[in-house]
């Protein structure tokens, strides 16, 4: 079974400029996750998809990042103009239902933004 | 608040030696809890987890972890740590009432020494 897949692995990009990253979870997986990992801290959720719709995102920072998922599969998350303090592992996951179910984690996209 | 603490950030042991990392936590519904770990380069990958029904759990590479609600712990234990065991450890914490989206602590990072 193929795992959670994200690209790019790498992006440095200048701050006020956007950026993208993509996500393909594991076929049949109803439940996404993106979650943003600063370094020496732990992953932090940004927003939750349950199928195609929004569940959480109350961590989102609205201004700056955004994120879609159609047709309950693939998803992107955008930072648009990125700052500073974006630089981090934009992490990926996906569960089959959500709620109690294991989360299965990409290997993440490390952005350096300068 | 809810809230995710591992208070060592950083644990040294030596190969063939045991390890207990610590993991508490507060929240105010029934928690469910998670030990990931994460390899450098690597993505997140479950060891183990605790929803409900007996309070000490076995997970993958002969870890396991015991659940105490009366202290609000679950500690991440292995009798014999192997050099491969080097990585980072992250204590995850969800609840019916956030939508059981992932709470992460900060992480313990060990490093095993011969």
Do not use: M
């Not at chain 1, 940004?46 to 195609?52: E, K, R, T, Y």
């Not at chain 1, 929004?54 to 990125?82: C, H, M, N, W, Y």
């Not at chain 2, 997970?59 to 009798?79: C, D, T, V, Y």
């Not at chain 2, 491969?84 to 709470?103: K, P, R, T």
């Amino acid at each position: 079974e193929a795992g959670v897949a994200q690209s790019p692995r790498y992006k440095i990009i200048e701050k006020r400029q956007s950026v993208a990253f993509w996500c393909n979870p594991i076929s049949g997986h109803a439940t996404l996750y993106w979650y943003q990992q600063i370094l020496g801290q732990g992953p932090k959720l940004l927003i939750q998809f349950q199928n195609n719709g929004v569940v959480d995102d109350s961590q989102l920072p609205k201004d700056r990042f955004s994120a879609e998922r159609l047709k309950g599969v693939d998803s992107t998350l955008k930072i648009q103009p990125a700052k500073l303090e974006d630089s981090a592992v934009y992490l990926c996951a996906s569960s089959p239902r959500g709620a109690t179910d294991t989360q299965y984690f990409g290997p993440g996209t490390r952005l350096t933004v300068l | 608040a809810q809230s995710v603490t591992q208070p060592d950030i950083h644990i040294t042991v030596s190969e063939g030696a045991s390890l207990e990392l610590r993991c508490n936590y507060s929240y105010g519904a029934t928690p469910y809890l998670f030990w990931y770990v994460q390899s450098p380069g690597q993505g997140l990958q479950l060891l183990l987890k605790y929803f409900s029904g007996d309070t000490l759990v076995q997970g993958i590479k002969g870890f396991e972890a015991e659940f105490k609600r009366s202290q609000s712990s679950f500690n991440l234990r292995k009798p014999s740590v192997h050099w491969s065991d080097a990585a980072e450890y992250f204590c995850a914490v969800g609840a019916e009432n956030s939508g059981y989206a992932l709470n992460f602590g900060k992480g313990t990072s060990l490093l095993v020494t011969p």
